[in-house]
T-cell receptor, first 115, second 115 residues
Framework: AQSVSQHNHHVILSEAASLELGCNYSYGGTVNLFWYVQYPGQHLQLLLKYFSGDPLVKGIKGFEAEFIKSKFSFNLRKPSVQWSDTAEYFCAVNAKYNQGGKLIFGQGTELSVKP | EAGVAQSPRYKIIEKRQSVAFWCNPI?????LYWYQQILGQGPKLLIQ????????DSQLPKDRFSAERLKGVDSTLKIQPAKLEDSAVYLC?????????????FGEGSWLTVV
């Protein structure tokens, strides 16, 4: 069965600090990978996604993620966080073939950025 | 473009009562999902529709949960009777067609508290 594990439940950073959120997945086949963000009181929004090609993916708001197939990882990074990045971040995967595209989510990482 | 609409946004009920949530997906989106997000966890798929047919309901607790999408557009998720552990956010999501390569768009969720 597919599963996604996010390493940190809650991360606290000061503005301008660098961010890296860990994500590992378990699945026997080929996957697509996603990072979603949920700002307080808002809906889940797609930050970035990896389907194929360059394993370094750039998303919105200065975020990027790197797919390392050998490590089954898809870590999210941002060089310099802002107070407005305070939100919950979810890593998700779906099977590239079959299974209808349903997403399997990690448990989420809450990011708090201090001004 | 209008997003995924859900109602009600908030609901408080007593255990053993019933509740229904409504979802209107993005216009033209054939695939609709209902996810359950318990506090501190990532969203978990309850049911997936393709037009008005069920694709996956393997994680839907069918003794108390039901969902329908009769005309292939709007959908309703019902819980009867509710239990304390059903307290969660119920997320509706949609995507244009079934398949792993499509971005899934989420609504703001319906927050359920069972007391």
């Amino acid at each position: 069965a597919q599963s996604v594990s996010q390493h940190n439940h809650h991360v606290i950073l000061s503005e301008a600090a660098s961010l890296e959120l860990g994500c590992n997945y378990s699945y026997g086949g080929t996957v697509n990978l996603f990072w979603y963000v949920q700002y307080p009181g808002q809906h889940l929004q797609l930050l970035l996604k990896y389907f194929s090609g360059d394993p370094l993916v750039k998303g919105i708001k200065g975020f990027e993620a790197e797919f390392i197939k050998s490590k089954f990882s898809f870590n999210l990074r941002k060089p310099s966080v802002q107070w407005s990045d305070t939100a919950e971040y979810f890593c998700a995967v779906n099977a590239k073939y079959n299974q209808g595209g349903k997403l399997i989510f990690g448990q989420g990482t809450e990011l708090s950025v201090k001004p | 473009e209008a997003g995924v609409a859900q109602s009600p946004r908030y609901k408080i009920i007593e255990k053993r009562q019933s509740v229904a949530f409504w979802c209107n997906p993005i216009s033209g989106h054939a695939t609709l999902y209902w996810y359950q997000q318990i506090l501190g966890q990532g969203p978990k798929l309850l049911i997936q529709f393709q037009n008005n047919g069920v694709v996956d309901d393997s994680q839907l607790p069918k003794d108390r949960f039901s969902a329908e999408r009769l005309k292939g557009v709007d959908s309703t998720l019902k819980i009867q009777p509710a239990k304390l552990e059903d307290s969660a956010v119920y997320l509706c999501a949609s995507t244009p067609i079934r398949g792993a390569g499509n971005t899934i768009y989420f609504g703001e969720g319906s927050w359920l508290t069972v007391v």
